[in-house]
């Protein structure tokens, strides 16, 4: 062993090592100056963040948080990805979204995305996308031996698989150069619809079987798990339904006659990446775990049991008001499909909510990718959040809660059974319910929707798509409530070529009122409603003058606790004897509560307070339609 001089560079070695009671005993201090009494385990809870699936991040990840070892990147279990060289080489697969139904305008679109750094194609055909008929003219030019492909035709996979295969044959391309995948799903199409083709698993397990024997590049089946996560699943709940529906398909195609190793080898799984990026990244790699899990059950060859993964930017999160914000929203969501290791990423266009994206926004979104790879080099490392506590144990945890959920699920019957009784749609609609509750209060915000609305912003408009298929699942967004609130704002002016108005009654100088009066305008902007803050600052013998010259109908409120102490009462008289519909006040009212009511405040808004049902009954109240 080679001993190196002593360089004087020691690495913090004069100081002593910290204690996790050491570390307690300073959150201690700190929460008691904030009034809050905790000690020890307790204090380090008080830090603590509860997430969906019974998750916990706690404040601090020691060596003593570190879970069963995770393996080697490319080797069972694939925690740390499915390929030894992860994406060292050629990064990530750039694969971009396609969902026109004009073939010629979609055959645009892709040949300038293929130009310009999109390394594969996801092609919606059929009822949501170009007719199975103009495949051909859609892929016009496009050299379909280097361009991998993947097909989205619901429940017309099998003709346009057929269609395809004629391309294949008709351009002279090798069957051995054909790569991409069919996207064979009758479990999503039932999950969408609620409707099951009788043979459509027959038909998928016939086209797995034809690439197999054939086309050795192509991948016949998509197992799909956006109609759950678009439904409003929880992480853990998008993981063990497409489990389920994994080792469905397993038992599917074994039963049609291929070996396990080669239904392994047929499957390709979908799943969302959101902006919240430690939990993609978690979810992703406790993905090709649980996978690798099942295969090694079934009997599966380690070298199949590494799941191929397309991850797809949330359309969930996506939002129709100020939609600019979403390019940040996925660049956060690619970026952790890529320190998740996904095989394949696919960047929704920020005007994704809208209708049919535009040129610009596609080239943002496969710009998006190339930066990440190119410029930041995300690529080049493998597994970068691999070792990191925190990663490792969010990892295991949530591979535990995902491994619950699909026992749930396979004692049901199986994801088609329990889709039939309506277990998943129940689980599904739960989780949603108890996220509007965070979205309804903004204890999870959505910036340019319920957090610095812009009301004067013009709305951008997109051509309509074809319309997906409905009568199974429902697709929820964060940004409904809201939505229909702007909506009925949207209505009311172009009605009467004004938004309905709140007064803002500021008490005092800017110093005391600015702080609720900004909450107070932010809170009914996110509704549509408009507020006058004009003058700056009122008193008990000027409110009413200024209500009445406002246009408005409400009137909220706003200063400090000292100042509605001593002139909050009269100013909410004043205000109701101008005819003010509903007289708010801003922040909690404490001992002065009873006193305030009497004098006409009907109502306090607060941080934390359920903005949906104050806003909504406000339009109701002003008979804004």
């Not at 394949?344 to 005007?351: M, N, R, Y």
Request: with cysteine; aromatic share 6%; proline share 5%.
């Amino acid at each position: 062993m080679t001993v190196l001089p002593d360089d004087g560079l020691s690495l913090a070695a004069e100081f002593p090592d910290a204690t996790r009671e050491q570390w307690r005993s300073l959150v201690t201090g700190v929460l008691r100056k904030s009034g809050r009494d905790a000690e020890g385990a307790a204090a380090e809870e008080a830090l603590s963040t509860k997430l969906q699936d019974g998750l916990v991040t706690r404040p601090l990840y020691t060596a003593d948080d570190t879970v069963a070892a995770p393996g080697y990147p490319g080797f069972a279990p694939f925690t740390r990805g499915g390929r030894p060289e992860g994406g060292a080489v050629a990064g990530w697969d750039v694969r971009q979204r396609h969902a026109g139904a004009d073939p010629a305008r979609v055959n645009e679109a892709v040949l300038a995305d293929l130009e310009t750094g999109v390394t594969s194609l996801w092609l919606a055909v059929g009822d949501t996308g170009v007719p199975v008929s103009g495949l051909a003219a859609a892929l016009d030019g496009v050299y379909l031996d280097l361009a991998p492909l993947a097909l989205d035709a619901g429940a017309a996979f099998a003709p346009a698989a057929r269609e395809l295969f004629r391309l294949y044959d008709e351009r002279g391309v090798p069957r051995t150069a054909a790569h991409g995948t069919l996207g064979a799903d009758p479990v999503g199409q039932l999950a969408r619809t609620g409707r099951e083709d009788a043979d459509a698993t027959a038909s998928a397990a016939e086209l797995a079987a034809l690439c197999d024997r054939e086309y050795p590049g192509l991948r016949a089946i998509a197992v799909d798990a956006l109609p759950y996560h678009d439904a409003g699943a929880s992480d853990a709940q998008e993981l063990g339904c497409s489990l389920a529906t994994g080792v469905g398909w397993l038992r599917d195609l074994t039963d049609a006659g291929l070996s396990v190793e080669a239904a392994c080898g047929q499957l390709e799984f979908r799943y969302a990446a959101t902006a919240d990026q430690f939990l993609t990244i978690a979810k992703l790699r406790a993905a090709r775990r649980l996978w690798a899990r099942v295969a090694d059950v079934c009997g599966a060859p380690a070298h199949v049991a590494a799941q191929r993964q397309h991850a797809v930017t949330s359309a969930v999160m996506m939002t129709r008001r100020d939609p600019w914000v979403n390019m940040l929203r996925t660049t956060v969501a690619s970026l952790a499909a890529g320190v998740g290791g996904a095989d394949a990423v696919t960047v929704l266009p920020f005007d994704h909510a809208l209708g049919l994206s535009d040129t610009f926004a596609r080239r943002i979104a496969r710009n998006t990718s190339t930066i990440l790879l190119e410029e930041s080099h995300l690529g080049r490392v493998i597994d970068p959040a691999g070792g990191s506590w925190y990663v490792e144990r969010l990892t295991d945890e949530l591979a535990h809660a995902a491994w619950e959920w699909f026992q749930e699920i396979e004692r049901a019957g199986g994801q088609r059974a329990a889709l039939r009784a309506g277990l998943v749609g129940e689980r599904l609609a739960a989780t949603w319910a108890e996220r509007s509750g965070r979205l309804a209060t903004r204890r999870e915000p959505i910036t340019g929707v319920s957090e610095f609305p812009q009301l004067s912003q013009a709305t951008v408009e997109r051509e309509t798509p074809p319309a997906p298929p409905g009568g199974g699942l429902p697709s929820v967004h964060r940004d409904d409530a809201y939505e229909a609130l702007r909506a009925r704002s949207d209505a009311h002016l172009a009605a009467t070529g004004a938004r309905p108005k709140v007064f803002l009654a500021a008490l005092g100088p800017a110093a005391a009122h600015t702080a609720r009066a900004g909450f107070a305008a932010g809170l009914f902007q996110a509704g549509g409603i408009e507020p006058v803050h004009d003058p700056v600052s009122v008193a008990a013998d000027t409110a009413a003058d200024a209500f009445t010259r406002s246009g408005a109908t409400v009137a909220c409120i706003c200063s400090s606790d000292k100042l509605y102490a001593e002139g909050a009462a009269p100013v909410a008289e004043a205000l109701k004897s101008a005819g003010a519909l509903r007289v708010f006040l801003a922040g909690k009212p404490g001992e002065q509560r009873d006193t305030y009511l009497r004098a006409g405040v009907d109502e306090f808004v607060v941080a934390g307070g359920d903005a949906i049902a104050v806003l909504t009954s406000v339009l109701d109240r002003m008979g804004v339609a």
